[in-house]
């Protein structure tokens, strides 16, 4: 292996080390779920991208700047304010090493060979690269620049920090995130430790899902932080604004996903002064990326290279499964079962949780989900 690619890997790893470390300011316990972990090091990462590249400070030195002076936020909190100690038993923190492990099977073709497949070639590439080259997101340079950049951001930032040889670390990412929630929520509904980690290594290794983990595809980037709305609307109340944040940039449908869940998660009208205003100032914190980003589109749209009108659906909805009625339904369904029997395990999972369901308002989300599926994304 050449030097050149362990220098890259060594600081690519110190920075996302130091988010890691710093992603414990969202936890009161000392340790924390390691999906909880991923994703609040992926939102940290996301948001010191976008803020950089607006600013037009996007430099591998401002990027760890900013990593260590979180880390040094969190030293510090740490030490004025000791936090308890959540111990976990050895078989649930051995228990995640089957999905992890999987995701890292999965994904290591992608990881060390080039970039290969086409959408990430033809967009996600190169927006994350526009970027990391400017310096900056004030450029319209590639086809799609206009499209929420969720996890070309990530991306973004990894290609500026450690060069193309670590690019398929942000599917990687996407794909533990997506894995272990998946074992979380397994264990949540009663399973034991071993058996919701044997879930979670059957979904990632459904072939749909695995071939995205080295690559710069944001399907699995969008499903992982869907379940991370999900998760936080039910289980984690202070994570809701930062998992809708982030879903809602990533593809031009995240936002409508977003929405939903943010929907079904307000308040009844009779429901207390406090209650509702708390409820607003979620949607509000998740929606400030996104309206940022919308902004900065309008104001290069006039002078922008690549005008999005040359390359927009002209009629979106005909991108979207429930526009293609009856023949979208019978398409979604041939894409999974020759995806294997692991797809259709999860489609009837997926359709056990609309009867089964806590809560009766929410047991819908799953179906309007798949209804909103690129429709393109299963065509066989």
Partial sequence: ME????????????????????AGLFSPARRVEAANRIRDTLFLAVCSAFGLALLGLFYPASCFGIAA??????????????????????????????????????????????IL?????????????????????????????????GSELFASALFLI?????????????????????????QRAGLSTWSAGAVAAMVV???????????????????AWTLECLWA?????????????VCALIKPVGFVFSALVLIFSLPPK??????????????????SMLAIWVVHVGILWPNAIISPAQNAY???????????????????????????LGTVVLLATVLAALFVGKSRARRHLPLMFHRLFPYRAVRV
């Fill in 3 to 22: 030097v050149h690619v362990i220098v890259s890997a060594l600081e690519t790893l110190a920075w996302l080390a130091l988010l890691w470390y710093g």
């Fill in 69 to 114: 002076a979180i880390a040094a936020f969190r030293l510090s909190r740490d030490r004025r304010f000791p936090r308890s100690v959540r111990t976990s038993g050895n078989s649930e923190a051995f228990a995640h090493v089957l999905p992890v492990v999987a995701a890292a099977v999965v994904s290591w073709p992608g990881i060390v060979r080039p």
């Fill in 117 to 149: 497949d086409g959408d990430s070639l033809g967009y996600h590439l190169p927006n994350a690269a526009s970027w990391a080259n400017a310096h900056s997101l004030w450029t319209t340079a590639t086809m799609y620049w206009w499209y929420p950049p």
């Fill in 162 to 186: 450690g060069g193309p040889t670590v690019l398929g670390v942000a599917g990687l990412a996407a794909l533990l995130l997506l894995a272990l929630r998946v074992e979380a929520f397994a």
């Fill in 205 to 223: 290794t459904v072939p749909t899902i695995g071939l995205q983990g080295g690559s710069l595809q944001n399907d699995v980037w969008l499903g």
């Fill in 233 to 245: 609307l039910t289980y984690d109340g202070p994570a809701f604004a930062r998992s809708l944040a």
């Fill in 270 to 287: 009779r429901a207390r002064l406090q209650i509702l205003a708390g409820a607003w100032l979620t949607a509000l914190g998740a929606s």
């Fill in 314 to 340: 002209p009629h979106l909805a005909s991108s979207l499964v429930v526009a293609h009625g009856v023949e979208g339904a019978l398409t979604f369904t041939r894409a999974l079962i020759a995806q294997g």
